[in-house]
């Protein structure tokens, strides 16, 4: 299993955005299960 983690200690960067959009990819595109795990910090 891989994890990949995208991280920002600044808000509204597009964290989510792009977790969703290579969550998406890596699943229907090169067929990895995958899960996406938003959270934050605090
Ligand atoms: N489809 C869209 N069109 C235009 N702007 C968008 C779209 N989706 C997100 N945004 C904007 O892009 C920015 C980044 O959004 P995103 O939620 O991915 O950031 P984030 O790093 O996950 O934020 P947070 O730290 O609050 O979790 C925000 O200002 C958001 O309003
Ligand atoms: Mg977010």
Redesign the pocket.
């Known amino acids: 299993m891989r994890k990949v983690a995208i991280v920002?200690g600044?808000?509204?960067?597009?964290?989510?955005?792009?977790?969703?959009n290579l969550g998406y990819l890596l699943h229907n595109e090169f067929n990895f299960n995958t899960t996406v795990i938003?959270c934050?910090l605090t």
């Open positions: 920002s600044k808000g509204g960067i597009g964290k989510t955005t792009l977790a969703i938003d934050n």
